[in-house]
């Protein structure tokens, strides 16, 4: 289907991106292509939903490794205090850091001063969390139920240095994350009045739209820790011209796939 937008006589940048897509068709990455071809052929086997189960987690695990993967990318939600509301959900999309397929544990690496961290430490020192992977391309999705905790500080230096030096950068902002931009972020400045980004000149965005100073990098490591998820059941849905497919699996205290089921879509 050809999508067209009209703007009067001038092109939006909408249109460019869709013309150089071939017209609004998403093309499907290798990497999509090959997820979504063993999926199907998986579908055909007589124990089907246990190789499933040992694909997805193989295929976890490279994403992990990965930026081009199709499941490097994934939502968390997890449940936060709001002044307002109470208790609330929030989803992000974080990077898939680490993988451990026996254990059934995914890791991300987060701020310390974050809502994300805050409110494990608010509620209780293992929370229920909830992960979702889709992807438009191979129409499969994931959702990972799982309990989060915070690794301890001193057990996180291997994976601090695995953390390339310009990605160390996001730990090293003055005030925490979700801090709303002011003109005293500068320290300069007394006034509290929230500004954008974008009107800040080239040389003040370290220091106010990114909350960033070049003193501050020796010190991200401080900021940065990992959350780790362990997960005890996991649906997948298989969206299909043929047919939507949706299949349960639960994990026991040791990872052990103990329950397999069916499910009507």
């Given at each position: ?178 801090t709303t931009l002011t003109q005293s972020s500068t320290h300069q400045h007394k006034a509290s009045v929230s500004i954008d980004p974008l009107s ?34 996991v649906e997948m849905v298989h969206l299909a011209p043929d047919g939507n497919r949706r299949v349960h699996f639960v994990y026991d205290a040791e ?11």
């Open positions: 289907m050809r999508v067209v937008i009209q703007t009067g006589t001038k092109r939006t940048l909408l249109d460019e991106v869709l013309s150089s897509r071939g017209e609004g068709v998403l093309r499907m990455s290798d990497d999509d292509s090959r997820l979504k071809q063993e999926f199907e052929k998986l579908l055909k086997q007589p124990d089907a939903p246990q190789q499933i189960d040992q694909w997805m987690w193989s295929e976890l695990s490279s994403g992990s490794h990965s930026r081009k993967h199709p499941w490097n990318l994934a939502v968390y939600c997890s449940l936060a205090e709001d002044a307002l509301h109470g208790l609330v959900p929030r989803s992000r999309t974080v990077v898939i850091r680490d993988v451990d397929v026996t254990q059934r544990s995914i890791d991300f690496y987060t701020d310390i001063r974050s809502e994300k961290v805050v409110s494990l430490r608010d509620r209780a020192a293992s929370q229920r969390i909830c992960w979702t992977f889709y992807r438009h391309e191979t129409r499969l999705q994931l959702r990972l139920d799982a309990r989060a905790e915070l690794l301890p500080l001193d057990s996180v230096n291997e994976q601090w240095h695995r953390t390339p030096q310009h990605s160390r950068g996001a730990y090293a902002s003055v005030d925490p994350p979700g800040v000149s080239s040389a003040s965005l370290g220091d106010v739209a990114i909350g960033r100073a070049a003193l501050q990098i020796e010190k991200a490591k401080d900021n940065f820790c990992v959350i780790r998820t362990i997960v005890d059941s990872g052990r796939c103990d329950e397999v089921s069916w499910l009507v879509p």
